[in-house]
T-cell receptor
Framework: DAGVIQSPRHEVTEMGQEVTLRCKPI?????LFWYRQTMMRGLELLIY????????DSGMPEDRFSAKMPNASFSTLKIQPSEPRDSAVYFC??????????FGQGTRLTVV | AQTVTQSQPEMSVQEAETVTLSCTYD???????LFWYKQPPSRQMILVIR??????QNATENRFSVNFQKAAKSFSLKISDSQLGDAAMYFC????????????FGTGTSLTVIP
């Protein structure tokens, strides 16, 4: 397996634009997590899914953020409209019901 | 909710020496996993080592080993014969063995390796 695949690796966008981050989890994993990492706040859990169903979205900062998992092999995190304070590295990770999480390489988002 | 505490924001070690990174956690559960992840400048999060709470034996992976003290809720990482490539941010993490639980991460320890 190629591991967790995220795209794009880097994204630069203007304030107010819509941004969509994509994630393909490891085949067979039934948990998917979205994290945001910044120097100030560290690694924050935004939302996680089990069997494509959102379990906990309490970490989603605002209504501008939304996440979907239409099937077991794909998830998106959307920010609309984007703001400079959304600039961060966004990680997707997947796992089985127990054991470790496997992380993608992250998307570095810059909102100017 | 469970909490994971890494009290050392930064550590440094001379190349070839040994360093220990500290981690404590708070939980009322008896069955869980603990992990150490490494994040080098490339930003990829890499699993270093994992420990299952029901196992009394401390986990070891080559130069990396842990000191798991369940009663004290302590989970430290020892890196022996430190190498330049060990320089990274290290995160301690907790996960319950109950199905459906998320991961809880510490704030990280930045390790510098001095040549």
């Amino acid at each position: 397996d190629a591991g967790v695949i995220q795209s794009p690796r880097h994204e630069v966008t203007e304030m107010g634009q819509e941004v969509t981050l994509r994630c393909k989890p490891i085949s067979g994993h039934d948990y998917l997590f979205w994290y945001r990492q910044t120097m100030m706040r560290g690694l924050e859990l935004l939302i996680y899914f089990n069997n494509n169903v959102p379990i906990d979205d309490s970490g989603m900062p605002e209504d501008r953020f939304s996440a979907k998992m239409p099937n077991a092999s794909f998830s998106t995190l959307k920010i609309q409209p984007s703001e400079p304070r959304d600039s961060a590295v966004y990680f997707c990770a997947s796992s089985l019901g127990t054991g470790e999480a496997f992380f993608g390489q992250g998307t570095r988002l810059t909102v100017v | 909710a469970q909490t994971v505490t890494q009290s050392q924001p930064e550590m440094s070690v001379q190349e070839a020496e040994t360093v220990t990174l500290s981690c404590t956690y708070d939980t009322s559960e008896s069955d869980y996993y603990l992990f150490w992840y490494k994040q080098p400048p490339s930003r990829q999060m890499i699993l270093v080592i994992r420990q299952e709470a029901y196992k009394q034996q401390n986990a070891t992976e080559n130069r990396f080993s842990v000191n798991f003290q369940k009663a004290a809720k302590s989970f430290s990482l020892k890196i022996s014969d430190s190498q330049l490539g060990d320089a990274a941010m290290y995160f301690c993490a907790y996960r319950s063995r109950r199905s459906g639980n998320q991961f809880y991460f510490g704030t990280g320890t930045s390790l510098t390796v001095i040549p």
